[in-house]
């Protein structure tokens, strides 16, 4: 099955700054690759995802990007806010069956 | 139903007792997950089933485990003989066939927290 790695496993940074985190994948057929959010004692939540057609996607101040070739994928954060401190999960599957998740990296944003 | 509804949201058992955690996904979805979660650790996947496909149930950590889901639907975990490494939130999450509306969300629900004393 497929196997997502995913770093790092926290990242602090300041309010306003960028924060970048970053999954690679093993299975070259993955071709949907989802962004999900867990915030403190709540459950994940779908913030952005791309497929294998293209290699960047942007929604506000959230994007990711995708490198098929090295079968790795980000995600970028911009102008941080503290709301943006929980939990990020990167996935990678095949027409979203058999969906498996990076370990998750913390995010903490400093006010 | 409107979410994925997950039951019990809490419990707590002495080790070596079996427990049933049960999931109600999405009405129509075809697809159901199990993932368990430690205490600030990643989503682990244990089981996936798809439609009337066999499932892929090659997350389950021991015989331990297992895994139904009756008429498409509704799905229960069991875990035999509990031990504390098991103590964990379990997670269920489901979403619609693919190609259809919303079909790339994950939908989860609320999770069954297990306490194995």
């Known amino acids: 099955g497929e196997n997502v790695e995913q770093h790092p496993s926290t990242l602090s940074v300041q309010e306003g700054d960028s924060a970048v985190i970053k999954c690679t994948y093993s299975?070259?057929?993955?071709?949907?690759f989802p962004w999900y959010k867990q915030e403190l004692g709540k459950r994940p939540q779908l913030i952005i995802d791309?497929?294998?057609?293209?290699g960047e996607k942007k929604d506000q101040r959230i994007a990711v990007t995708l490198n098929k070739t090295a079968k790795h994928f980000s995600l970028h954060i911009t102008e941080t806010q503290p709301e943006d401190s929980a939990v990020y999960f990167c996935?990678?599957?095949?027409?979203?069956?058999?969906?498996?998740f990076g370990a998750g990296t913390r995010l903490t944003v400093k006010p | 139903g409107a979410g994925v509804s997950q039951s019990p949201s809490n419990k707590v058992t002495e080790k070596g007792k079996d427990v049933e955690l049960r999931c109600d996904p999405i009405?129509?979805?075809?697809?159901l997950y199990w993932y368990r979660q430690s205490l600030g650790q990643g989503l682990e996947f244990l089981i996936y089933?798809?439609?009337?496909?066999?499932?892929?149930k090659s997350g389950l950590p021991s015989d331990r485990f297992s895994a139904e889901r009756t008429g498409g639907s509704v799905s229960t975990l069991t875990i035999q003989r509990t031990q504390q490494e098991d103590s964990a939130v379990y997670l269920c999450?489901?979403?619609?066939?693919?190609?259809?509306?919303?079909?790339?969300?994950?939908?989860f629900g609320a999770g069954s927290r297990l306490t194995v004393l």
């Open positions: 996935a990678a599957s095949y027409n979203n069956n058999d969906m498996r």
């Open positions: 999450a489901s979403s619609a066939t693919w190609g259809r509306a919303g079909a790339n969300v994950l939908t």
């Open positions: 791309i497929r294998s057609n293209v």
């Open positions: 089933f798809q439609g009337n496909s066999a499932p892929d």
């Open positions: 299975d070259s057929a993955s071709n949907y």
């Open positions: 009405s129509g979805h075809t697809a």
